[in-house]
């Protein structure tokens, strides 16, 4: 890969994530962390607003943008099926907006890439989750954006039931079911709890905020061992 197409790849890496850190972008431009450091280090000189730095993690300020870009029938193809696969397994809202987005998308593409895209013999079953599974989720899913503490009632696996404060730190996908992971102040641990096993939940109005120890990346850490 030429350094200019390098460098391209990283702006549009780090801006379609939070936090984005230099060995994740090493491995996924197969190169080196040292070239990341220098890759971002030579961005930033040039005027490209990312913070952040060696060690950390970057993340790209509010406002910049960049020409817009021509897919091409690979890259047209590839979101289509993104879109197929995994609309019946997200929440109506996020469903009508990866559609709507999709739209955007093949209305800008040459009729030739977007005929490519939409015959795509990819396709998903519409069997996905149940209404009541959907709607919660989108509530959870709101619940993690806005940083508000949740009131579970869960239902375990050996069917045991309690009430549980948490704080929802993401919704994870595992191929069958949904699951929350969160920080549990009453186990004072993180806890990951199915989602079609919680059998009422209350978005409290009580918000919380980033603590050490409590984080989604330290739960990731911990996993990692």
């Given at each position: 890969?030429?350094?200019?197409?390098?460098?391209?790849?990283?702006?549009?890496?780090?801006?379609?994530?939070?936090?984005?850190?230099?060995?994740?972008?090493?491995e996924?431009?197969?190169?080196?962390?040292?070239?990341?450091?220098?890759?971002?280090?030579?961005?930033?000189?040039?005027?490209?607003?990312?913070?952040?730095?060696?060690?950390?993690?970057?993340?790209?300020?509010?406002?910049?943008?960049?020409?817009?870009?021509?897919?091409?029938?690979?890259?047209?193809?590839?979101?289509?099926?993104?879109?197929r696969?995994?609309?019946?397994?997200?929440d109506?809202?996020?469903?009508?907006?990866?559609?709507?987005?999709?739209g955007?998308?093949?209305?800008?593409?040459?009729?030739?890439?977007?005929?490519?895209a939409?015959?795509?013999?990819?396709?998903?079953p519409?069997?996905?989750?149940?209404?009541?599974?959907r709607?919660?989720?989108?509530?959870?899913?709101?619940?993690?954006?806005?940083?508000?503490?949740?009131?579970?009632?869960?239902?375990?696996?050996?069917?045991q039931?309690?009430e549980?404060?948490?704080?929802?730190?993401?919704?994870?996908?595992?191929?069958?079911?949904?699951?929350?992971?969160?920080?549990?102040?009453l186990?004072?641990?993180?806890?990951?709890?199915?989602?079609?096993?919680?059998?009422?939940?209350?978005?409290?109005?009580?918000?919380?905020?980033?603590?050490?120890?409590?984080?989604?990346?330290?739960?990731?850490?911990?996993?990692?061992?």
């Amino acid at each position: 890969m030429r350094r200019a197409d390098r460098l391209f790849q990283i702006v549009q890496l780090i801006r379609g994530r939070r936090l984005t850190t230099a060995e994740f972008l090493a491995e996924r431009l197969e190169v080196s962390v040292r070239t990341v450091y220098r890759d971002v280090a030579a961005l930033q000189m040039q005027g490209v607003p990312i913070d952040g730095e060696a060690g950390v993690g970057y993340r790209m300020k509010a406002g910049f943008d960049l020409p817009p870009l021509m897919f091409s029938k690979d890259e047209a193809q590839a979101l289509v099926a993104a879109v197929r696969l995994s609309q019946p397994q997200l929440d109506e809202g996020l469903a009508d907006e990866a559609e709507g987005a999709l739209g955007k998308i093949l209305a800008v593409l040459t009729p030739a890439a977007r005929a490519s895209a939409e015959s795509l013999a990819v396709f998903a079953p519409q069997t996905g989750l149940d209404a009541t599974t959907r709607q919660r989720l989108a509530r959870l899913r709101e619940a993690t954006e806005n940083r508000n503490k949740l009131s579970l009632h869960y239902q375990d696996l050996s069917e045991q039931t309690s009430e549980r404060l948490v704080r929802p730190l993401a919704c994870l996908f595992w191929g069958q079911v949904w699951t929350l992971a969160a920080w549990c102040e009453l186990r004072e641990d993180f806890r990951s709890f199915r989602v079609d096993r919680i059998r009422s939940l209350r978005v409290l109005d009580e918000r919380f905020r980033d603590e050490p120890g409590k984080t989604l990346a330290d739960m990731t850490r911990r996993q990692r061992g």
